[in-house]
Structures are given as structure tokens and as C-alpha cells.
């Protein structure tokens, strides 16, 4: 008992101790994608514009991109990854080191693990963008600190049943535009007690309030533009 007061305790300290809050998307692609042709420092840039406290690269199945950014802003862009498993994305924070894509959720999930990382699982009810069912989210809860609950470019049915199954399981949830372009990012993220490493992740999200709306169908054109445009470049 007096253990479970004094963790109560510290959690306490750290979020009265953080009286600043930030606007966070969660979720954001960079030209490191092979759907998008957002460049890091434009990213970046557009963040400050819309007030973003941080900025997240969480490109598909690889860190390159957010490493490359971190160096020339390393207080405000935090390195993130999608990784495309066997049977969906997973969406990871605070990565230390690129995990392919192809594995068994089980084990990303466990080498995520031991980097520190803090874990969430992207657009669940999206099965025709890698998903996750619910009996998947059952089978992984051990693992997760979070699941999305407010994605973009998910429909708001797909968000509504999501936010539904984290508050009947105790689960934090992240929100992000799923940004492939520009103008993408900041259409969804997190209100949230500033944090800097995924411990203080873990603690501020709890407090956390979603802002922002889902877009527009069309803006899933960036991504196949995107992906047109880098397939004819490599022909030439």
C-alpha cells in the first residue's frame, strides 16, 4: 500500500511540476515515406505555424527521416516509426532503433519493448489501411501504453469505436493527422502536460484532450501522388 501511494505520489510531482502544456500530432509522415514528399525542415516550419509544441516523424518502417531532424532541432522533434507488421501497423515513439517491416506484432512488439519505447497501435477499425481488429487489441493489451483513437483520415465511425474500446480497457490514447502532406498537419493531435522522454509520455497523456477534426477524403491523393511521382522518378 504505502508503495502504491508514493508512485501515486511521484506521478503526481511530475504533473504539477509540468504546468506547461503542448499541442502534439502523433502521427506524421515525412519524404523518409515512400507515400509522401513532405520534406523534415517544411514539416517543421509548418509545426510552429500551427502552434505545435512538438513535432513526432513517425514514418513507415524507418527512423531515418526523424534522426535527421532530431540533430538540427533535438528539443522539439521526437523520433517515432509505423511498423508494418504481418498483420498491422504499429506506432511507436521514443524509437531508438529502425525496426523492418514483415515481423510478427509479437515480437516488434517485444523489441519495442526493450528500447523503452512507448507504444500505441495505429488506426484500429482501418482494415484497409492495416488496422486492428478487437479481439488483436485483446491479444496485445499487455504490451500497449496506448491505442489511436483519433486519426485524420480514419472515418469518425472507426474513431468513435476506438476511443470506446481504450476507455473500456484503461487505455491512453494518441490522436494524429496521419499527415502525408503539408497541409495535413496539426488536423488532429493531443492537448497535453509537456513531456520528454516516453516515462513522462506515459504520465501526461492521461491528462490528455483531443483537438482537431478528421479531413477530407481527398487528401488521401497526397499519398498516391506521392508514391507516383517517387516510382516515376526512379525510372528516369
Not at 189 to 198: C, N, Q
Request: proline share 4%; aromatic share 6%; net charge neutral.
Amino acid at each position: 500500500m504505502a508503495r502504491k501511494a508514493g508512485l501515486l505520489s511521484k506521478e503526481r510531482g511530475l504533473l504539477m511540476a509540468t504546468d506547461q502544456w503542448v499541442r502534439v500530432d502523433f502521427h506524421v509522415h515525412s519524404i523518409a515515406s515512400p507515400d509522401s514528399l513532405s520534406r523534415g525542415e517544411a514539416l517543421y516550419r509548418r509545426a510552429k505555424e500551427r502552434g505545435l509544441g512538438k513535432l513526432i516523424l513517425t514514418d513507415h518502417n524507418t527512423i531515418s527521416g526523424a534522426l535527421a531532424l532530431q540533430r538540427a532541432h533535438p528539443e522539439e522533434v521526437i523520433v517515432g516509426e509505423e511498423i508494418l507488421t504481418t498483420r498491422g501497423e504499429i506506432l511507436a515513439l521514443f524509437v531508438k532503433e529502425t525496426l523492418p517491416k514483415g515481423i510478427e506484432p509479437l515480437t516488434v512488439l517485444r523489441l519495442l519493448r526493450e528500447q523503452g519505447a512507448f507504444i500505441s497501435l495505429s488506426h484500429p477499425y482501418a482494415m484497409a489501411r492495416h488496422g486492428w481488429t478487437e479481439a488483436e487489441m485483446m491479444e496485445f493489451l499487455p504490451f500497449l501504453d496506448a491505442i489511436e483513437i483519433a486519426n485524420a483520415r480514419n472515418t469518425p465511425g472507426q474513431n468513435r469505436l476506438a476511443m470506446q474500446f481504450a476507455a473500456s480497457h484503461g487505455l491512453a490514447g494518441t490522436a494524429g493527422s496521419d499527415a502525408h502532406g503539408l497541409s495535413e498537419l496539426g488536423a488532429m493531435g493531443l492537448e497535453l502536460p509537456d513531456f520528454h522522454t516516453a516515462e513522462e509520455l506515459r504520465l501526461s497523456i492521461r491528462s490528455a484532450r483531443v483537438f482537431g477534426r478528421e479531413s477530407p477524403f481527398w487528401v488521401h491523393l497526397y499519398s498516391r501522388a506521392a508514391v507516383l511521382y517517387k516510382a516515376l522518378h526512379r525510372c528516369k
